[in-house]
């Protein structure tokens, strides 16, 4: 099954519709399986307070409260209907990071085909017990999460009778700095959670596409990164996101690195073994004559006795006389 590759949309449609589907358009065209919003409102996800805790102090939105960067952010619900019909119509899943009850009753008033649980969410599980309950595969970010938490997130799924759940490895910081992302951490989710019957993946917010490739070499089934058209048009998460061709570069590196992972098999292609090493004659071996270091080796190509009989034969008669060159058989000896 191939690694399902979501370009995340988000915040980078500036406010405009038809740039809202040019990126979905765009997502298709270089690769994406799924292209992905959010829906929420500034009310919904969090309060409009002037105390400290509310304020942005670094980063990309240092400066602004969570309310004011959630009214530029929000995609508005009336656009999402229409952006998700539009996805379908040129084949691409259209779906959605709803963030309180009522974006997910929006949400399945669209019948979008799956749902995605931000990591500043992946504790809530009263969230994702109501999401789960619609029987929907559940994608669930678990940046700032930890393995109790994550445990816990599983559970609200399975409590509801959702067992179809991706967890996605995720380093909650925008940009994501490459030290950080401690990726090695996929192969002990997959021995942790995979025996639940729970699949692994990656939501990254960094610059770079090597940690997509390594996370689909460590067993990463699912892969979100932020899209925009253009990081020179703006929008709030402009500066954590792939343009067209980085998004392209990632998708074929992802489906090279399927290539070369291949599946599990230690069958033998004779063509490639034509020059592996064999038994040959390398000096003319007269009838009745003893094998010895001098007369046969173990050289290239694969034509004659495998090497593994070199201390069998050594020291035998041989029954014929055998011609320099000759690749060796266990027949002409005594």
């Not at 997959?190 to 025996?195: E, L, P």
């Not at 402009?238 to 069958?267: H, I, P, W």
Request: aromatic share 10%.
């Amino acid at each position: 099954m191939s690694v399902y590759i979501i370009a995340e949309m988000s915040a980078n449609h500036c406010g405009d519709k038809e740039l809202a589907k040019k990126i979905i358009r765009s997502a298709k065209e270089v690769g994406a399986d799924a292209i992905k919003v959010q829906t929420y409102t500034a009310d919904s996800i969090t309060i409009y307070c002037s105390r400290n805790e509310f304020q942005i102090e670094k980063g990309l939105w240092a400066g602004q409260n969570l309310y004011q960067l959630y009214q530029k952010a929000y995609t508005p619900w009336e656009w999402q209907g229409e952006l998700k019909k539009y996805a379908n119509e040129i084949g691409i899943d259209f779906f959605s990071t709803p963030f309180d009850y009522t974006a997910v009753d929006f949400l399945e008033s669209i019948n979008v085909p799956m749902y995605k649980i931000a990591s500043f969410e992946a504790i809530d599980y009263p969230l994702i017990k109501y999401t789960a309950k619609f029987g929907k595969p559940m994608l669930i970010s678990v940046g700032i999460s930890s393995s109790g938490e994550i445990q816990g997130a599983i559970d609200a799924c399975k409590s509801v009778g959702n067992n179809d759940i991706t967890i996605l490895k995720c380093t909650s910081a925008y940009p994501a700095q490459l030290e950080d992302m401690n990726l090695i951490v996929i192969k002990d989710m997959i021995k942790k959670f995979g025996s639940q019957g729970v699949k692994i993946g990656l939501s990254d917010h960094s610059m770079n596409i090597e940690p997509v490739i390594a996370a689909v070499a460590l067993g990463a089934t699912v892969i979100e990164k932020h899209l925009t058209l253009d990081r020179a048009l703006g929008g709030e998460d402009s500066g954590f996101s792939l343009n067209l061709e980085e998004f392209r570069e990632m998708v074929q590196a992802v489906r090279n690195t399927e290539k070369v992972l291949g599946r599990v098999d230690y069958s033998i292609n004779e063509n490639n073994r034509k020059f592996a090493r064999s038994l040959y004659a390398v000096a003319d071996i007269k009838k009745g004559e003893k094998v010895t270091s001098k007369n046969i080796r173990s050289i290239r190509p694969s034509n004659g006795l495998h090497p593994k009989y070199y201390e069998e034969i050594m020291g035998k008669t041989v029954k014929c006389d055998i011609k320099f060159g000759t690749p060796l058989k266990l027949e002409y000896f005594e």
